[in-house]
């Protein structure tokens, strides 16, 4: 699999989480490709942390509006009834519980739903921004990201990385496999049938506990 396919792989699975009516908060980066899969007659309610509940699709090139950016600063568009507000009505919004679904990347993830996306040591960072907020508040925190970089595991026994937060991680999206945090470990519950379960645990530095009920990614 090439970077698009990867990338198109895990957001489609990853938009199958989603339900209709969901409030969702999605990263930067490839999270943002999931409204794009999202199955017919499911529609969810995205929030943005820097004050909007109602984002609409990017806007065409040319269209953009320089006052509608996301998190990020990325263009964004509004749907009918959405609102806008600012960033402490929007972290109320987050830290009141009403985001079902924040769905992140991660550079690594640990055995005890432990993760850090934020920064490495020595490396200049944007910062960690809204996500501590994020996976505290949010309902459900589900993980939508590579399985490995550059070849090295990012599934880790336990994070070497600063913390973002400690235990809020739910459920791993990769291009392998979906995986659930328990409080017994990771649990493979869904694998790309283009991998064997051994394939998967030699991407994976964490010991995986193969579901006995463990299917295809559709």
């Given at each position: 699999?090439d ?12 938009a ?52 509608m ?143 006995p ?6």
């Amino acid at each position: 699999m090439d970077k698009n396919e990867i990338r198109t792989f895990i957001a489609r699975r990853a938009a199958q989480e989603l339900h209709d009516g969901d409030v969702v908060n999605l990263g930067i980066g490839l999270p943002t490709l999931i409204p794009n899969y999202l199955p017919e007659g499911v529609n969810v309610i995205l929030q943005s942390e820097n004050g909007m509940i109602g984002m609409g699709p990017t806007p065409e090139e040319g269209k953009e509006d320089p006052w509608m950016i996301n998190a990020g600063g990325g263009f964004i568009t509004a749907v009918d009834g959405a609102s806008t507000f600012d960033s402490a009505t929007s972290f109320g919004i987050i830290r009141g519980g009403h985001v079902d679904v924040s769905v992140l990347g991660a550079m690594q993830v640990d055995e005890e739903g432990d993760l850090a996306n934020w920064m490495i040591p020595g490396k200049k960072t944007p910062g960690m921004g809204g996500a501590m907020d994020l996976l505290v508040g949010a309902k459900k925190v589900i993980l939508a990201m590579e399985h490995t970089a550059k070849g090295n595991p990012k599934i880790l026994k336990k994070c070497t990385l600063p913390l973002t937060a400690k235990g809020q991680v739910n459920m791993i999206i990769t291009e392998m496999g979906v995986m659930e945090i328990t409080p017994k470990g990771i649990v493979l519950t869904e694998i790309n049938p283009e991998f064997t379960v051994a394939d998967v645990q030699a991407a994976t530095e964490a010991t995986l506990i193969i579901s006995p009920n463990l299917k295809e990614i559709k």
